[in-house]
C-alpha cells in the first residue's frame, strides 16, 4: 500500500497484453452465451424437449453450473496472472 492507501504491485495498464474494454466485452459475452442462450439451446433439443420435467431441470441447471464454474475460474486464474 502507498500512504495514500493505494494497493500496488498490480500490472499496470502499460504491461496488460489485453486491453481492459476488450477484456470485459468477452468476459460479459462468455457469460451470456453460456449461461443464458446455451442451457436455452439444450433444453430445446428435440431429445431433451420430451424428456421428464425432472431430467431437463437436471440437464439445463448442470450445464449452466458447468459453465458458470469455469467461468469464474477463468477469471480468477485472468487476475492472478494480471491478465485482467
Known amino acids: 500500500m ?5 494497493v ?6 502499460r504491461e ?11 468476459i460479459v459475452v462468455y457469460f451470456a452465451l453460456t449461461t443464458a ?6 433444453l430445446r433439443t428435440s431429445t431433451l424437449s420430451s424428456a421428464d420435467r425432472w431430467v431437463t431441470d437436471l440437464v439445463g441447471t448442470s450445464v449452466w453450473g458447468v459453465f458458470l464454474v469455469v467461468g469464474l475460474v477463468a477469471l480468477r486464474r485472468a487476475q492472478r496472472r494480471g491478465l485482467i
Do not use: I, K
Not at 2 to 6: F, H, K, Q, Y
Not at 17 to 24: C, F, R, S, T
Open 2 to 6: 502507498t500512504e495514500s492507501g493505494a
Open 8 to 13: 500496488t504491485g498490480g500490472p499496470s495498464s
Open 16 to 26: 496488460r497484453p489485453v486491453h481492459p474494454v476488450l477484456a470485459a466485452v468477452v
Open 37 to 42: 442462450w446455451l442451457p436455452s439451446a439444450v
